[in-house]
T-cell receptor, first 112, second 115 residues
C-alpha cells in the first residue's frame, strides 16, 4: 500500500537558517504530493502541493520538488522565522482516491 | 469565509462515559471527513461522507463509534462508551468533490482526554 516516510523531529534551527525536511514515498502510479503545516492548537493547513513529476510547489518561501526518480518531495526554505515553528506533514494522494496518506509529521522549532 | 468549525475544542471525560463532537464544514463542501490524530502521528481517516451518505467507514470502530450527517451539512461523531485509548485529537475536514484534487480543509480539532 501507499506510505510516506518523513525525517524524525524535532528539527531545531536558529532564525534565518536553511531548512530541509526529508520526505520519501511509496505508491503505485503517479500520486499527487502535499505538504501540510499544523500550528499549535490548530488543524492542518495545506502549505504546497505538486501533481506530477518535476513539478515544484511553493508557498510562503517554502518549496518542494516532486522527484519521481528518487520518490521524494523534500521541503525546503532558505531562511526560517520563529513563526515557522510548527509540525509539518508530508502526504500523498493516489489517483482516484479521496483520502491522503500522511507521514508522521516533523516538528520544527525555530529559535530567535 | 468561515473555515471548518469544530466544537468543543477540548473535552475531558472519565472512561465509560459518552462524548460527542460536532463539525460544521465550509459552505458548499459536499464531502466531510472525520480523522483521528494520535500524538506524534498523522491523521487517520475514520469516516468520509459524500453529502449525507457515509461512503468510507471501514476504519470506524463501530462497536463504540458512530457518526451522522443527517442533512448533508453538519456532522456529529459520537463515542459510547469512551476508553482510555480514545484520547486523541479528532479532526474534521471538508472538500468539494470535483474541485482541485479534492483539497481538504481542516478544522482545529477536538482534543479528547479520557481519564
Amino acid at each position: 500500500g501507499d506510505s510516506v516516510t518523513q525525517m524524525e523531529g524535532p528539527v531545531t534551527l536558529s532564525e534565518e537558517a536553511f531548512l530541509t525536511i526529508n520526505c520519501t514515498y511509496t505508491a503505485t502510479g503517479y500520486p499527487s504530493l502535499f505538504w501540510y503545516v499544523q500550528y499549535p492548537g490548530e488543524g492542518l493547513q495545506l502549505l504546497l502541493k505538486a501533481t506530477k513529476a518535476d513539478d515544484k510547489g511553493s508557498n510562503k518561501g517554502f518549496e518542494a520538488t516532486y522527484r519521481k526518480e528518487t520518490t521524494s518531495f523534500h521541503l525546503e526554505k532558505g531562511s526560517v522565522q520563529v513563526s515557522d515553528s510548527a509540525v509539518y506533514f508530508c502526504a500523498l494522494l493516489s489517483g482516484g482516491s479521496y483520502i491522503p496518506t500522511f507521514g508522521r509529521g516533523t516538528s520544527l522549532i525555530v529559535h530567535p | 469565509e468561515a473555515g471548518v468549525v469544530q466544537s468543543p475544542r477540548y473535552k475531558i471525560i472519565e472512561k465509560k462515559q459518552p462524548v460527542a463532537f460536532w463539525c460544521n464544514p465550509i459552505s458548499g463542501h459536499n464531502t466531510l471527513y472525520w480523522y483521528l490524530q494520535n500524538l506524534g502521528q498523522g491523521p487517520e481517516l475514520l469516516i468520509r461522507y459524500e453529502n449525507e451518505e457515509a461512503v468510507d467507514d471501514s476504519q470506524l470502530p463501530k462497536d463504540r463509534f458512530s457518526a451522522e450527517r443527517l442533512k448533508g451539512v453538519d456532522s456529529t461523531l459520537k463515542i459510547q462508551p469512551a476508553e482510555l485509548g480514545d484520547s486523541a485529537v479528532y479532526l474534521c475536514a471538508s472538500s468539494f468533490s470535483g474541485g482541485d484534487h479534492n483539497e481538504q480543509f481542516f478544522g482545529p480539532g477536538t482534543r479528547l482526554t479520557v481519564l
